[in-house]
């Protein structure tokens, strides 16, 4: 049994900088994909278009087979003429991460009505917002890693209904309540789903590093909810990996004062992967549309003759996945090490 995929595309991906992006930015295509929405969450943070294109060109000189869509880290120095410009230049989207919520998010947002003139303008261009939908743990609030998705919810509402033209995706979506969420907005909302998070429940990263990740795993009925909406075929749900790599000393240890590193790092048995666990809940047949079709179709990136590519993928049994990645002095592990998959690209 083989399938025969048109073009997949990440819509969410981390290909990190120097000698770490020289050995998982390959693993984009390894793992299927031909093109890569590519995150700004580096030190510093990818804030304006120069520096966005300068790092699509790093990018491009260690694999120019994918298509790279750049985005900006939404901060206090971004401004709309820079949404212009950046726009001009072919970036795609601006990343919003709530201050200290994940991965090099420091200087992340506080109050998203400071930015309102930067939203105005993005929706002016037709440029999309991409949403680390979490608050940041407050426990006079009652808030935890386990309802700070939850509790987001309520400022996506509010910039859609003040932002109605404006394309906005809500990141990783973890929950029941983020879908019916998304499902209720307009056709300008739409959600990227995680293939680890089609897998994993908070039991699976409690005590195991290498599943932690933000945002966490969330309750067995959160995952359903997940994987229901990949069964219907909903066209506002589409793949974004959110694949994080992290040098396996920061990954699998943390100290008294230190935390493990958030992320899980997927990249390079990406498509197998998400073939294999569709198929383990029956919506093998949504393979296509969601690894492809209603990505593309909502981010306006339609395959054409130039951009068209299919990957094959092959039904196998006892595929075991390697236990880590090298290239000289880096290395990464990734999901799933040790364990068997049921489908590998064949070309």
């Known amino acids: 049994m083989s399938l025969s995929i048109p073009s997949p595309a990440d819509f969410h991906v981390h290909l990190r900088q120097g000698a770490l992006s020289t050995l998982v930015t390959p693993h984009v295509r390894a793992g299927g994909f031909r093109l890569a929405y590519v995150m700004p969450n580096l030190k510093p943070p990818v804030t304006t278009t120069d520096q966005a294109l300068a790092y699509k060109s790093e990018l491009e000189k260690i694999d120019p087979e994918i298509e790279?869509?750049?985005?900006?880290?939404?901060?206090?120095?971004?401004?709309?003429?820079?949404?212009?410009?950046?726009?001009?230049?072919?970036?795609?989207?601006?990343?919003s991460y709530p201050r200290g919520v994940t991965t090099n998010s420091e200087g992340g947002i506080e109050s998203y009505e400071v930015y309102y003139p930067v939203f105005e303008a993005m929706q002016e261009v037709d440029m999309v917002l991409n949403l680390h939908g979490e608050v940041p743990s407050d426990p006079s609030t009652n808030t935890c890693v386990l309802n700070a998705e939850p509790k987001f919810l309520t400022h996506l509402i509010k910039l859609h209904r003040d932002f109605p033209k404006l394309r906005i995706v809500l990141e990783h979506a973890t929950t029941r309540s983020a879908v019916d969420a998304v499902k209720a907005l307009g056709p300008t909302v739409a959600c990227t789903i995680t293939a680890h998070h089609l897998a994993l429940t908070v039991d699976d990263w409690a005590g195991q590093a290498w599943n932690f990740c933000k945002p966490v795993a969330k309750y067995p009925d959160d995952r359903e909810a997940l994987r229901e909406v990949i069964k219907q075929g909903h066209p506002k749900f589409f793949l974004g990996s959110d694949s994080a790599p992290h040098p396996p000393e920061t990954k699998s240890t943390c100290t008294p004062t230190h935390a493990c590193a958030a992320g899980v790092y997927t990249s390079p048995i990406l498509l197998p992967l998400v073939a294999h666990l569709l198929e383990s809940f029956g919506a093998l047949d949504k393979l296509e549309n969601f690894v492809s079709g209603?990505?593309?179709?909502?981010?306006?990136?339609?395959?054409?003759k130039e951009t068209e590519s299919r990957v094959v993928l092959k039904k196998v049994s006892g595929k075991k996945v390697a236990d880590r990645w090298a290239l000289g002095q880096e290395s990464v592990v990734p999901f799933w090490a040790g364990k068997e998959l049921d489908w590998e690209i064949v070309h």
Do not use: N, Q, S, W
Not at 78 to 85: A, F, Q, V
């Open 294 to 304: 209603f990505g593309r179709a909502f981010y306006g990136r339609p395959i054409t």
């Open 68 to 95: 790279y869509l750049m985005t900006l880290y939404l901060c206090p120095e971004l401004t709309p003429d820079e949404i212009r410009k950046a726009k001009a230049a072919g970036i795609v989207g601006v990343k």
